[in-house]
C-alpha cells in the first residue's frame, strides 16, 4: 500500500494536542482591525480546539499527525 501524502495546507493550520485533540488559531483577526473591540482582539489572539465533527476529516487529512 503507497503511502498517503499530508495536506501540506492543513499541516500548517493544525497541531496536535497531548490527548489527541487539535489545536486550531482563530479567524477574524488579519484586517478591518479597527471597528473590533480591544477585547474580541485580544480573545481572537488565543488558540482553541478544532469542533469534534471535523475531527474525523482531518485524520483522513493529516495521516502523520
Not at 493544525?14 to 473591540?37: D, P, Q
Request: aromatic fraction near 4%; avoid cysteine; proline fraction near 3%.
Amino acid at each position: 500500500m503507497p503511502k498517503v501524502k499530508t495536506k501540506r495546507a492543513a499541516a500548517k493550520r493544525f497541531k496536535k494536542t497531548g490527548s489527541g485533540e487539535l489545536k486550531r488559531m482563530k479567524a477574524y483577526k488579519s484586517h478591518i482591525l479597527t471597528k473590533k473591540s480591544t477585547k474580541r482582539k485580544r480573545n481572537l489572539r488565543k488558540s482553541t480546539i478544532a469542533d469534534a465533527t471535523n475531527t474525523q476529516v482531518m485524520k483522513k487529512i493529516l495521516p502523520y499527525l
